[in-house]
Antibody, heavy 124, light 107 residues
Framework: QITLKESGPTLVKPTQTLTLTCTVSGFSLSTPGVSVGWTRQPPRKALEWLALIYWDDDKRYSPSLQNRLTITKDTSKNQVVVTMTNMDPEDTGTYYC????????????????WGQGTLVIVSS | EVVMTQSPATLSLSPGERATLSCRASQTVNSNLAWFQHKPGQAPRLLIFGASTRATGLPARFSGSGSGTQFTLTISSLQSEDFAVYFCQQYNSWPQTFGQGTKVEIK
């Protein structure tokens, strides 16, 4: 059974760097085809993609946030880590990680299993 | 990026009624469209991928249809556990954008 769990600080100050960890189980981050991504949802707004990483360390970032984001993985710890610099109150929201699976008919990746999310509040 | 627009924002229905939710893409996403159910404090749950393929274990009362730019999620007969927020997501192109959600509430 695939599970993901997000962890990190609930409260960060403006200009600080946020580091969130996604601990996964039920699959290996080094298995060919595996991909894990991070999304977030600000209060009363739609979900937004942040970044994703593939088993071969290929990465994708949101075009609007790419200069603030870094995503990495530690296969031995079964963890995917995302850092976001220069946090702002507009970055307040719930942050989710999710396991992505390839649709066999199109080879495109969809979000199959999500973590419960972790709330991040940016305030001084 | 592809803009996903869901309608209506809120759907007020009674248990046993049929729910029809719409999702429109600003450009074609082929059939690379997923639907999710989200309840407060819980992880979003995958319902449909490939526009019409039910996720493992999903009750048959849920169905998805459409391709290109217009998609529909139908719940044939609402059960108490179905009252939640539903959102669509295109995974045809990066960034893989989401709709803003439709809240299905008890009338």
């Amino acid at each position: 059974q695939i599970t993901l769990k997000e962890s990190g600080p609930t409260l960060v100050k403006p200009t600080q760097t946020l580091t969130l960890t996604c601990t996964v189980s039920g699959f290996s981050l080094s298995t060919p085809g595996v991909s894990v991504g991070w999304t977030r949802q600000p209060p009363r707004k739609a979900l937004e993609w942040l970044a994703l990483i593939y088993w071969d360390d290929d990465k994708r970032y949101s075009p609007s946030l790419q200069n603030r984001l870094t995503i990495t993985k530690d296969t031995s710890k079964n963890q995917v880590v995302v850092t976001m610099t220069n946090m702002d109150p507009e970055d307040t929201g719930t942050y989710y990680c999710a396991h992505r699976r390839s649709d066999p008919r199109t080879s495109a990746y969809y979000l199959e299993v999500w973590g419960q999310g972790t709330l991040v509040i940016v305030s001084s | 990026e592809v803009v996903m627009t869901q309608s209506p924002a809120t759907l007020s229905l009674s248990p046993g009624e049929r729910a029809t939710l719409s999702c429109r893409a600003s450009q074609t996403v082929n059939s690379n469209l997923a639907w999710f159910q989200h309840k407060p404090g819980q992880a979003p749950r995958l319902l449909i991928f490939g526009a019409s393929t039910r996720a493992t274990g999903l009750p048959a009362r849920f169905s998805g249809s459409g391709s290109g730019t217009q998609f529909t999620l139908t719940i044939s007969s609402l059960q108490s556990e179905d009252f939640a927020v539903y959102f669509c997501q295109q995974y045809n192109s990066w960034p893989q954008t989401f709709g803003q959600g439709t809240k299905v509430e008890i009338k």
